[in-house]
Structures are given as C-alpha cells and as structure tokens.
C-alpha cells in the first residue's frame, strides 16, 4: 500500500463457509475464545475505522462461502466510502455452508467503480483454507489483477509463516490449501515483475494472527498538510529593489496538536421516539436559546421515511446575550419561610432582558471600569503577506515555541529551487539561523521566528528544506526567581553551612548515584536486542540498540482510549455483558518506571530515605459529618429523637440544669461558633492557642499558620465581652512570637503586630484599650528586632 492517506480502493474477502464458525482463543493470549469469523470482523473494522470520512478512501465487502446465488459469492457492500452502514453489514455477516471463489467477483467490483491511474487497488483476501474451493478460475484471476494493477494480500487463519514449512499434522485440506496459496503468490509475483517493479504492486501471504495484534496497536492518523504558498523577502524592496530578493515558498505544518474525537450527535431516549413527529412540546418564547436548538435539530419534524432523523439531533453551538434585572427587595412577614422567597422558573425568565447580537459593543477592561470599543475604532496593522528576513545568529543560541512548519521552494520555478538550496546551503556553511518576520495574511499580526535550515542526503540526491518555528516574544517569557540553594545567609550577614535545607556531602552522592541508576539509555526496549558497542555493521559503523523512549511509537492516551471506546461501542450489541478491556500496552508502557532500573537502585533508595530523614505522612482521618437538610436551610423541623444506649448510666436526676451564675448578667455564654477553622485558615477562633500549636506541630506551614493567628487574634479582641478576650490574645501573641523566632518567620510576625497595631488605633475599633494591654507585655509580644532574629539563630546552630 502507499505511504500517502487516501486515493485508495481496497476490497475486502472475507471467508465465511462452515470452519469459520469454529472457536479461536485471541492471538493476543487474554484468553477470550471467539469464533474465527468474530475475529476476522473486528479486523475489517479496524482497516474501516481510519478510512471513515475520507472522500478517496474506498473499501467494499466480498463474502465467500455463504447461500448467495451466484456461485456462494455475495458483494455485500459495493465500493464506496466508509460509512456506518457499511460496517453495519460487516458486523451482521452470518456464517454460510458453502464454498466459493472471490476474488473475480471482487475485481469485476474494483472495475465498476470509477477512479484514475493515480489510484492504489487493493483486494484483501482473508480465509482459514478448510474448506475446498475450485482452482480453475485462478489463473484467470491471475491476469487480471496484473492487467488491471491490483494488488493481492491474503491473510491466512490459522496459516505457518510462508519462510516456514506447512505443519503436517493440519488437516490434508488446510495444509493443500496454504501450499497452494504460496504457490499462487510466488507465481503472481513473476507475472507481475515483467511488466512493473513497483513494491505497491507486490502481492504478499500474511499470517492473520500477528496482523490482528498489529491492527489493534494505536496508530497515529496519517494527515497530509495543507500546502499553502508565500514568499521569502531578502532585502527591502522600497529601500533597494534592485538587490531584494523574492523567492516563491510553499509551507505545511510540520507539527500540530492533536485532540480527543468531539462528539457531534445527541441520541434521544427511547421515551421520547414514542412521542409522534411534530408533537413535541413548546417551550418559553423569551428563551431564544431553546427555539433556537429546536429548529436546529434534525428530530423537529422529522420525516417518516429518515429514521436517522428522528433519532439524533446534530448538536450545535449557540449563544443568547441577556440583561438580568436586579431583583426587588421584599420584606418577609414573621410567618412566611425564607423558602418560599425562592423565584421560580418562569419568574426567573421574565427577570431576563434579551438583546439581539447586533446591539451589542464590546468592552476592555482598564482597572476597575469598562471602557466600550467599537470594532473599528483601533485600525489594524499595515503588514504585508510574507516571511522577511531581518538578520542571522550562530544556530545554537535561540529559544523555540510553539508547532512547527515546514519550508521548500515552489517545485513549479526553477529559479526559485536554485535561490531556496543556495540560501540554505549559505546558513548551513556558515552555522547561521535566520530570524524572520512572519505575516499569514495581509493585516495579521506579524509573528517572530527561526527559520533553522536541513539538508538531507540520499540516492545521489540532496534535498533542501527549512524548519521555522516561532521565537517569544517578552510577554511570552515567565520567569521565576528563587534564592541559592546551596548557599544561606543569616540576617545579620554571616553565612550558614549548615541548614536542614543545605544538603550533605552523603546526600549528594547518594544522590547522584541514584540519577545515574535511572539512566534510560542503559535500557532496551522491549522486543530489541542489547547489542554490545563493540559490535560493528558492514561498514564497520558500531551497532546501538533503539533508546527506551522514542517519540515516533508515544501515543496519547487520551486520543487513543477515546477512540477503543467508540470502536468498541460500535462493536459490541451488550457492552455491559462486554464492557471495554484495559488499555492497549502501547498506550501505557511509558507511564511507569522500567523495572530493571527499579530493581537497580532499590538499595540506593533506601539509603537515600534514610539520610534524608524521609517519612511518610499518615493520612488526617475526618470525620463524616451528617448534614442536617432542614439546618441547612435556617428551617428546623420537629426535634430529632436521640436513642440512650442503654450500657451507659443516666446521670442522676437532683443535678440542677441551670447553675446559680446563669443569672449573673456579666456572664457571657461561650461562643456557639464551630471549632473549625474559617475557609482558607489553618486556625480556629474558638480554640486558637492549641490549632497554633497542633499545627506548627505537624508540617512546615509556620509562615501561614502565623498569618492566620494575627487575624484571628484581631477578630477574637474585637468580638470580645469587655476585657475578656485579652489574656488569651496576649498567650497566643507570645506563642506566634516564639515561634517566629524559632524558624526564622520574624518578618511575619513584625507584619501581623503592625497590621493589629493599626487595626486596635483605628477610632472605629471596639477595644481601643488592648493596646494598652498589648505594650504591658512588655517583651514578650513586641516586635522582633533584627538583634535578637540573629542571636537566635546562632543559638540554634551553636
């Protein structure tokens, strides 16, 4: 088969007499036993599968062996595009108990069907060799494929690989019929060889079995680029014409990103095909969005004879533009529920204003305002179609993103092909990149790159071309500053050598051990063979083996998964009898470290955990709180009845439930807050002190936990009953300051007692007096000089 997608009639026999019935475990040793022809089907659906949607991409159906009339041969599906229904045929194929003789019927299909000299033929012959079959008509068919350029594959059920040979103990009828179709072959291929030497035209015997294996591996879609043509500018031509240069360029797209099948269709459920045409039901004029998804929709008065379209409707993309209105205040009566304020739908669609496309003017936003812009109010730039070249550097010192394109000169000039290879041939001499401005369009925005040239050598010819890919601009680059690693300084200056952070000399090591156990390169590839550097080819050049990782064969898995899923959907009548198997291999062997390299540095691993003091960090069981729907809602209903186990004691009935304080009016309840932390907090307001000190416990979020205790401490003084609060400010002030001072968070905490002290001055603040308090604790709470942060730290190290 050619290289290229498309331009292809491929006509596929398919073998269904009587022995295709029989079972056969996967080739691929899962265990799953099927009958031969099932395995053939999802063959022939794999070969559809990549053709569907291709105009020049032809396939047909032959079946042999069947109760057709015309001698067991039946042309199923004729030669046309894949489409669903072809595959719908193929999967209802039944098997026959007969025997026959496909392959003229296939041709007098190939020749009915119109296409040029430039397309490829192909008949794709699939049979077991149990069953006899007449061998007179083959010679005919012989001549005919070499006169009409058909190629011939047969693939073999069953069958030992052609260098082999035939196992005696098969049945006389299967080992007469692999002889022959060896025979058949080799005596094609030296007809065929007179008139052509083309390989398209190569007739080949397959074994079926690894051809199913290799079908089922993912494969890349074959997508030929668009050619599209512009211009290289050397030199300006307003500034010098007559030493500008203008060479004739075509470009495709050498990389591009690719995604997941998108889903086009939406099924109705079987509720709604009961449902006559034309009856279903309207909705709210004022949602254009519904009216307009109804007319859209293939199943809006469908027609009876169109059964797709009263099934699935296209799904399209659409957008309404609305002004909601701002909605009334209401002051709710002491009876009414809060529940009852809720709007209802058809109450939320009249608060609903739409405003036609056209009416619309988009806006920037400037800071905190919008400032509308009419489409026209900013005029494009004034570019020029065209890639430009502005300069050269040395071909090392450039950065690259984005996809990549390819560069030829048009094959149609000659003097552009001499001008395109004497540029490239300069910029490889000379070690040189040139640095273009490339516009798509006249008034597009120009774009920056690198235009990196490439010869490459083969049959006594040279062939050159250019990558460009596209340079960033200053907005593109993100940079991210960090300080030393290696090196620390205290605040006062001096230089630390040794921190929890600096590595050792052990670790080090260890650590470099363990990057060179895990070198890939040292690993072959499954199914390569580890070949020595000393070993040399004929031309004495050493012989290495593949690398573990090649691009060429990592496939996406989110791709390749998507796309087994619809197959096997559209395969398969129950898929929760047969629901979809595991990943294919392929997709999932770079996910996981190989296991020899595993194995290799186990030993340094462990050392490695030890030196570094690694420890796994046990899980924080929660737990589950019920959720209560009528709290939910500030709506209790009817007190909940709580069940006494009956194992533990009633307490004795003379305790007084209502203690003689109670009626202190200085007395404060405790707050009925929950103990936990607010959202995005690591601190309580009920238990502040002992959150701080679990905390700072358990990891290293000093900093944060820090942060939150100064603001916690401010909400706690401030919702405080006179001077109640203040002690327990005062205790969690002097922990925070502590602990500050213990990890080097001084600026922290200066910030969080500079952030209290103007909150407490503030004329608005509740408890003005706590700054009083605060500066009597002398010490203890105030700010950490830069002093006492030094003398720390050299305590901490001495």
Request: proline share 7%; net charge negative.
């Amino acid at each position: 088969m050619a290289g290229r997608g498309g331009y292809c009639v491929v006509a596929y026999c398919v073998d269904v007499s009587p022995s295709m019935g029989e079972a056969m475990a996967d080739p691929d040793g899962t265990g799953i036993k099927r009958p031969k022809l099932a395995w053939v089907k999802e063959y022939v659906a794999r070969e559809f599968e990549p053709k569907s949607g291709r105009k020049t991409d032809c396939i047909g159906l032959v079946t042999f062996g069947g109760n057709a009339p015309y001698q067991n041969v039946s042309v199923d599906v004729a030669i046309q595009t894949a489409k669903p229904a072809a595959l719908e045929t193929l999967m209802n194929t039944e098997q026959g108990d007969a025997e026959g003789n496909p392959i003229l019927c296939a041709l007098d299909a190939i020749q009915m069907h119109k296409h040029t000299k430039m397309w490829t033929l192909e008949i794709v012959l699939i049979t077991d060799g149990e069953s006899g079959f007449d061998q007179g008509e083959y010679e005919e068919a012989m001549e005919t494929l070499d006169r009409l350029g058909v190629k011939l594959t047969v693939l073999g059920v069953g069958f030992d690989d052609p260098e082999d040979n035939v196992d005696k103990s098969k049945p006389k009828p299967k080992r007469l019929s692999e002889k022959f179709w060896r025979v058949f072959i080799r005596n094609l291929e030296e007809q065929i060889s007179k008139s052509s030497t083309e390989e398209q035209f190569r007739p080949e015997l397959k074994v079926f079995e690894p051809q199913l294996s290799q079908i089922r591996m993912p494969r890349p879609d074959v997508v030929n680029g668009t050619q599209v043509g512009t211009c290289l500018y050397i030199g300006a031509e307003p500034i010098d014409a007559e030493q500008a240069i203008c060479i004739p360029l075509k470009y495709t797209k050498a990389t591009a990103k690719a995604r997941p099948p998108t889903l086009s269709k939406a099924w109705k459920t079987a509720v709604d095909l009961q449902q006559p045409a034309g009856t279903i039901p309207t909705h709210s004029e004022a949602s254009q969005l519904l009216n307009t998804l109804q007319s859209q929709s293939q199943s809006q008065g469908g027609q009876a004879n169109n059964l797709a379209a009263l099934v699935s409707a296209e799904v399209k993309q659409h957008s309404t533009y609305f002004l909601k209105k701002p909605e009334p205040i209401k002051e709710s009566g002491a009876g009414e529920a809060e529940g009852d304020d809720l709007p209802t739908i058809e109450e939320d669609e009249g608060e609903r204003e739409y405003i036609p496309k056209e009416e619309l003017v988009k806006a920037w936003r400037y800071g905190s305002s919008w400032i509308p812009v009419e489409d026209d109010t900013f005029e494009p730039l004034k570019t020029q179609k065209g890639v430009e070249v502005l300069g050269f550097i040395p071909q090392k010192n450039y950065m690259l993103i984005g996809e990549v394109r390819y560069l030829w000169p048009d094959l149609k000039s000659s003097k552009a092909q001499i001008q395109f290879s004497s540029f490239v041939s300069a910029l490889v001499t000379t070690g040189m990149v040139a640095i273009t401005r490339w516009v798509t369009k006249d008034g597009s925005p120009p774009e920056i790159g690198v235009c990196i040239p490439k010869q490459e050598f083969g049959d006594e010819k040279r062939l050159d071309l250019m990558y460009w890919i596209r340079l960033p601009f200053a907005d593109d680059d993100h940079r991210f500053f960090f300080p030393s690693l290696t090196n620390y300084k205290s605040v006062s200056g001096n230089e630390i050598t040794e921190h929890p952070y600096i590595p050792t000399q052990e670790q080090s090591d260890l650590m470099d051990e363990l990057v060179k156990g895990l070198d890939l390169d040292s690993v072959t590839p499954e199914g390569a063979t580890q070949q020595d550097d000393e070993d040399e080819d004929e031309d004495g050049e050493p012989i290495l083996h593949s690398p573990w990782y090649d691009p060429a064969f990592s496939y996406n898995p989110a791709i390749h998964r998507t796309k087994q899923a619809i197959l096997h959907a559209s395969l398969t009548a129950d898929t929760k009898a047969d629901p979809l198997g595991p990943p294919h291999p392929e997709l999932t062997k770079y996910f996981y470290t190989p296991e020899k390299l595993v194995e290799q540095t186990e030993k340094i691993t462990e050392r490695l955990k030890d030196a570094l003091d690694i420890k796994k960090v046990t899980r924080v069981q929660r737990k589950k709180r019920q959720i209560d729907i009528d709290e939910l809602f500030d709506n209790p209903g009817p007190g909940k009845t709580e069940t006494v186990s009956p194992a533990k004691p009633k307490v004795a009935a003379d305790v007084d439930k209502k203690p003689d304080f109670a009626d202190d009016p200085d007395f404060i309840l405790p707050p009925s807050a929950d103990a936990k932390p607010k959202p995005g907090r690591l601190i309580s307001n009920l238990r502040p002190l002992e959150d701080f000190k679990r905390v700072t416990a358990s990891g290293d979020v000093f900093k944060k936990a820090i942060q939150d205790m100064g603001v916690v401490v401010e909400e706690n003084v401030a919702a405080s009953f006179s001077k109640q609060a203040f002690p327990d400010a005062i205790a969690c002030l002097e922990e925070a300051r502590s602990t500050a001072l213990m990890y080097e968070e001084t600026e922290t905490y200066n910030e969080i007692v500079k952030n209290l002290g103007k909150a407490v001055t503030d004329p608005s603040f509740k408890h003005k007096d706590f700054w009083k308090t605060f500066k009597a604790a002398g010490k203890k709470v105030a700010p950490i000089s830069e002093e006492e942060a030094a003398a720390a730290l050299e305590e901490e190290y001495d």
